[in-house]
Nanobody
Framework: QVHLVESGGGSVQAGGSLRLSCAASGYPYSLYCMGWFRQAPGKEREEVTFISPSGRTTYYVDSVKGRFTISRGNGKNTVSLQMNSLKPEDTATFYC???????????????????WGQGTQVTVSS
């Protein structure tokens, strides 16, 4: 069964913005971290950002700090990724992910992801 469904991908010119969304269902999502990975052709899947169950703790890969913002909806079943100042190197398939909350931090390794979304394509042209 599908637990995470992404939406909002598309094509944009460099410097533009996109907002991705992920809807969770079928598991106790309010107890899990949620985040986003991305994978470009020929490259390994890379962690982009994560957010704690409460929404109060966030993590970002250095390359997106200051440009991307992750947030959870009040019901905790959704997570959004606002992406500004997009660059061609951001081009990738973006995957929503759910992982365990360890009490003070999130598991963030792709090997520790419990649920994966199907992925949504983001293409940034120069």
């Amino acid at each position: 069964q599908v637990h995470l469904v992404e939406s909002g991908g598309g094509s944009v010119q460099a410097g533009g913005s996109l907002r991705l969304s992920c809807a969770a269902s079928g598991y106790p999502y309010s107890l899990y971290c949620m985040g986003w990975f991305r994978q470009a052709p020929g490259k390994e899947r890379e962690e982009v950002t994560f957010i704690s169950p409460s929404g109060r703790t966030t993590y970002y890969v250095d390359s997106v700090k200051g440009r991307f913002t992750i947030s959870r909806g009040n019901g905790k079943n959704t997570v959004s990724l606002q992406m500004n100042s997009l660059k061609p190197e951001d081009t990738a398939t973006f995957y929503c992910a759910a992982s365990r909350w360890l009490g003070t931090s999130c598991e963030r390794s792709p090997d520790d992801v419990v649920y994966w979304g199907q992925g949504t394509q983001v293409t940034v042209s120069s």
